[in-house]
């Protein structure tokens, strides 16, 4: 490609810092992020065009305006995605979009056409033209979940990880982003949080960082959402503010808490409500400039805390219901008077059968029947069961066996409550609309993956994340229930290939003898 592109009027002059980042991210990927395609050929086979030969060079790539892409359908936020790309046998390039976000998707696409030339690197090549591409979203929510509280992730690795999302066209990045152990987000309105929350005081977020990443991934076309877990996983509020939560740091967590340490919010308390007030006020009126979407989290409650709790004192669902709807319509107050669009964990519609507003997102997490569930209710859902899309399982447990207790659970093969591992080839196979019945899917918004950091920190990120947050991807992009097979393995090593390049230490896809000997790895 050549240093020229060429747009319609109707998309300038505001987007032209956004189209143009993106078309010098697509130039760096071809000309600077060398990948010469070694392992996918056999041993000295030729696979590379003669650099001595003329051949025709692509010096402007037109981007047309239209009102739709032939030949793909949607509904209407998935067809702002979809492109067409043309590049013909004289080299020209045409792109076709509906929005800019399709740009984005047809100038990856054509810098995952082009390789690196092994005798001069400062060529590039395609051996796919001419080529027709009419592409489109399966889905219209393509994330990934993130946990950067329960070990140290910094903005700069968040930044990382957007850049490999956006090479996969995943588009929403949920950053669960505080946990019973650690609240590492500066909250100006309330800078003891993250002073007493935070495990020490360079292991913040603080607001510039939060803003940094937001843009960043807007300008990646990824909108960046915050998850604030409440009322339970909330301990590490307590150590600002140590009347606002019960059963906090109890010895016996186990009895009070899913994992350690024990500790939720209050729920019948004024303190708790103007504290909430406080705190979705303050990340409310930053972050919604950068989209539409808050988490509020709400699963794994436990009852027997509220039995410590002073203005509750009772562990009975009868007693605690209609507190936590209180609780949670507190929160949608809040949410809807700066008209962003709430998520929850399935719990708070399945298990507590809440009312919650029909603008709601219902985030499932177990197994299929749950998506099923919450879609018959007529909400909209994201799926990711964790039999297949959680990324931390199969590393073992975060707890040690108690030499004491003979009835600890913690004992070998010392497997965690998720196991297996999730392998790429499991997160591939996963098929979302098991069980849905076809009536119901268009309240599928689409899905996310996974990852819970109790296990995975700066250092091991990218490769509890790559490739298999890509096989996820085509997941949510091309659809589920696809074949699994060879090409597919191929096509996820190249990714895993280009990943590589971009400075994503991701892991591996097949062995190397495999991908140079296409056919022989079969059985």
Known sequence: PGSDIQVPLSLQPAEDLFRLDAFERMKNAIFNQTFIPWKFHPRNATFEPDPNDSAPVIDTIVVEEVSSIEGVVGNSKELLEAYSLHISDSAEATIKITHLHGLLHALETISQLFYSHSKDLRRAYTPFAPVAIFDGPSFEHRGLNLDISRNWIPPEDVKRTISAMAACKLNRLHLHAADAQSW????????ELADKGAYSSFQTWTAPDLEGVQQYGKMHGIEVYLEIDMPGHTTAIGRA????????????????????????????????????????????????????????????????????DPTVKSSSAHVIRPLLQSFVDHEMSIAASRSMTPIVWEEMLLDWNLTLPLSTIVQTWRPTDALAAVLAKGYRALFGSNRHWYLDCGLGFHVDPDPSNPQSPIKPPFLDTCSPYKNWREIYSYNPFDGVEDSLRHLVLGGELHLWSELTDSITLDGMLWPRVAAGAEVMWSGGGKVLDEETTRRLAEMRERLIVQGVRAGMVQMEFCLRNKGSCKL
Request: aromatic share 12%.
């Open 184 to 191: 590492p987000l500066e909250i100006p309105s309330l800078p």
């Open 241 to 308: 503010f140590p009347e606002l939560t019960t059963a906090a740091n109890e010895e016996d967590w186990s009895e009070y808490a899913f994992q350690p340490p024990s500790g939720q919010l209050r729920l019948n308390s004024t303190n708790v409500t103007a504290f909430v007030s406080t705190v979705l006020g303050d990340l409310l009126r930053r972050t919604s400039r950068f989209g539409h979407l808050f988490h509020f989290g709400g699963d794994e409650l436990n009852l027997k805390a509220y039995e410590l």
